[in-house]
Nanobody
Framework: VQLQASGGGLVQPGGSLRLSCAVSQSTVVDHYAIGWFRQAPGKEREAVSGIMVSDGRTYYAGSVNNRFTISRDRAKQTAYLQMNNLKPEDTAIYYC????????????????????WGQGTQVTVSS
């Protein structure tokens, strides 16, 4: 399974960015969620948001709820994360992953082997 992530960059506080993540294998997409995790310098990786491609069920971390919106395109096997009203504390490397949606809800770094991972992309929020 391969995941191709894109997006990220440098933005001022209050700005917006959009991340995308495409999954290569349709059988994975049929049963799994696609989404993002992030890791800030000196901190553990945390779950951000995930979406079931099959039925659209979502997960959001409390810190991003009402600011980030996740969506998916089933035909393209791709998920998108629209990040609005970005804050400096959103600065991190964002990792695209696919796995069971429950994995986002109960995520711990020791669970990393339960996911397939794409490359990380840097998001920096700074004035």
């Amino acid at each position: 399974v391969q995941l191709q992530a894109s997006g990220g960059g440098l933005v001022q506080p209050g700005g917006s960015l959009r991340l995308s993540c495409a999954v290569s294998q349709s059988t994975v997409v049929d049963h799994y969620a696609i989404g993002w995790f992030r890791q800030a310098p000196g901190k553990e990786r945390e779950a951000v948001s995930g979406i079931m491609v099959s039925d659209g069920r979502t997960y959001y971390a409390g810190s991003v709820n009402n600011r980030f919106t996740i969506s998916r395109d089933r035909a393209k096997q791709t998920a998108y994360l629209q990040m609005n009203n970005l804050k400096p504390e959103d600065t991190a490397i964002y990792y695209c992953g696919t796995g069971f949606l429950a994995g986002w809800q109960n995520y711990s770094p020791k669970d990393n082997d339960q996911f397939y991972w794409g490359q990380g992309t840097q998001v920096t929020v700074s004035s």
